[in-house]
């Protein structure tokens, strides 16, 4: 599933929260999620690294 901003698609994933607005950021607690992250890049969103355990 995608999501799509000025013309780009992005995969949609499941955050832990937020809106990806700057008051808001979306959250990121696993490894698919900060993954995830490097779909967005360039697109005006934020994030915090919020109780990541990942190795």
Partial sequence: ???TDEGKAYE???FAGGT???GDPYQ???A???NAVR???G???YFELT???GK
């Fill in 1 to 3: 599933m995608f999501a």
């Fill in 20 to 22: 990806g607005l700057e």
């Fill in 12 to 14: 949609a994933v499941s």
């Fill in 28 to 30: 990121i607690e696993t």
């Fill in 39 to 41: 779909n967005y890049l």
């Fill in 32 to 34: 698919e999620q900060l």
């Fill in 51 to 53: 109780k990541y355990g």
């Fill in 43 to 45: 697109a005006g969103i």
